[in-house]
Nanobody, 123 residues
Framework: QVQLVESGGGLVQAGASLRLSCAAS????????MGWFRQAPGKEREFVIA????????SYGSSVKGRFTISRDYAKDTVYLQMNELKPEDTAVYYC????????????????WGQGTQVTVSS
């Protein structure tokens, strides 16, 4: 059974940094993609960033490019979302997601999801 558990959310001021973690279990596939999405109240789920687990290729949402990065730790089976220069518009629930196959920005392509972690950026 695949499980994704996010951690690291919280309340920060604009301009601050925050790192989210997503620990995966029950997912031995090397051909996986790990991604982050976010959803603000009243808005659709938005693609943030994703990484190919084996190749390390990445894809960034236009609103976070240059500020957010993604990395992975094979030993811990964990993916990290480093968020810098946070803005109030980054406020949302952030979800970790996983799929088998290539990097995709479409949330419907992801089969596995974490429970989400709240990130709030105050101005």
């Amino acid at each position: 059974q695949v499980q994704l558990v996010e951690s690291g959310g919280g309340l920060v001021q604009a301009g601050a940094s925050l790192r989210l973690s997503c620990a995966a279990s029950g997912m031995p596939f090397s051909s996986r993609v790990m991604g982050w999405f976010r959803q603000a109240p009243g808005k659709e789920r938005e693609f943030v960033i994703a990484i190919s687990w084996s190749a390390g290729s990445t894809s960034y949402g236009s609103s976070v490019k240059g500020r957010f990065t993604i990395s992975r730790d094979y030993a811990k089976d964990t993916v990290y979302l480093q968020m810098n220069e946070l803005k109030p518009e980054d406020t949302a629930v952030y979800y970790c997601a996983a799929r088998i196959g290539s990097v995709s920005e479409n949330p419907w392509d992801y089969r596995y999801w974490g429970q989400g972690t709240q990130v709030t950026v105050s101005s």
